[in-house]
């Protein structure tokens, strides 16, 4: 799926600055011999800066593995994972915790949230476990972005599935991570509530130019992005611009019934 330009010198640097994350010839494999089992075969990817991709595919298709791998939460059995300028294949442990404290922020299904803190120490504990202290400017404007005001005093229990969600995007955002990387992040909300947090997320990119990358299986959730990749597989097959819920499943279910076409861009 990645393309190859040609022009001055300098050119390929100055692509390579618009990319996120990225993924080169990646393979992720488990077990060995008659159990050996491919869940990514060869994907290449690349993730725009300050856009919103969504990763979607039927079930077994290497959507998640394939975030894991890109987030620095699993290896690769082959290929390359770059975020921004660092190559994250074959980091250390201590280099790649600091890589995943530093330059990413992740935001999951289950929300994640310590129950004896309140929701602004939910907010700022990466921040403070990494010894930084906020940027209480940003720090505001997050909290307005997620409309948490209100809220901050709270702990988790006092706070509906909406709001404890919201808790965690703004986890996420105040960081100020080179990347986000969502795992259905609304697959415990109600239609409303998930509808406020993908809103959230789309308005941090086109505000503030954060780079989200979500999986979800929802094409409702996957309309809010402005481009989606699709996976079976284990291998990409199509990709999506400007996408809308309609599309999204009238993709989906060509991927279902049989090859959409290896890297085929399928609308714009």
């Not at 709001?163 to 609304?186: G, H, K, M, S, Y």
């Amino acid at each position: 799926m990645q393309t190859t330009t040609t022009g001055p010198p300098g050119a390929e640097a100055r692509q390579d600055a618009t990319v996120a994350a990225r993924a080169v010839d990646v393979w992720k494999v488990y077990g060995s011999g008659e159990a050996q089992v491919a869940a990514l075969r060869g994907v290449s990817v690349d993730l725009g800066r300050g856009r919103f991709t969504a990763i979607m595919g039927p079930s077994g298709s290497g959507k998640s593995t394939l975030m894991h791998c890109l987030a620095g939460l699993d290896t690769v059995t082959r290929g390359e994972v770059h975020i921004g300028d660092v190559l994250v294949t074959g980091l250390g442990d201590a280099k790649l915790t600091r890589l995943r404290r530093d330059q990413v922020g992740f935001i999951f299904q289950q929300f994640n949230l310590l129950p004896s803190l309140t929701a602004q120490e939910n907010i700022l504990l990466p921040l403070s476990i990494a010894g930084r202290k906020p940027d209480r400017d940003w720090f505001a404007q997050v909290i307005e972005i997620v409309g948490l005001g209100d809220r901050l005093s709270h702990r988790p229990s006092q706070l509906s599935g909406g709001q404890q969600q919201r808790v965690a995007c703004a986890r996420a955002l105040v960081a100020r991570p080179n990347v986000i990387f969502a795992d259905e992040p609304t697959g415990n909300l109600d239609s409303r509530s998930g509808a406020e947090v993908l809103g959230f997320l789309r308005r941090s990119v086109r505000d503030y130019g954060q780079t989200i990358v979500m999986v979800t299986h929802d094409p409702n959730a996957a309309s809010y992005a402005d481009r989606v990749v699709f996976l079976a597989d284990g291998e990409v097959r199509a990709e999506l611009h400007a996408p809308t819920a309609d599309a999204v499943l009238d993709t989906m279910g060509r991927l279902d019934t049989g090859p959409v076409g290896a890297g085929r861009t399928v609308g714009a």
